[in-house]
């Protein structure tokens, strides 16, 4: 999400394959139901990871 979508930066990022990153976002769309193409969805997956950090990190 940080990357705009963009599989080569974040691949970069990651320091892996740009197929990796793809496979990993479709493993997660499939763990979770999560269409993350869907703007509101990626709102939704947004806010829980926030949220998420905010309570794993105090």
Do not use: W
């Amino acid at each position: 999400m940080e990357n705009r979508g963009s599989l080569v930066d974040t691949a970069n990022y990651l320091f892996i394959h740009r197929n990796s990153v793809k496979y990993r976002l479709e493993r997660i769309c499939d763990m979770t139901d999560f269409d993350l193409h869907d703007p509101r969805e990626q709102f939704i997956c947004h806010t829980c990871l926030i949220h998420y950090y905010l309570r794993e990190h105090r």
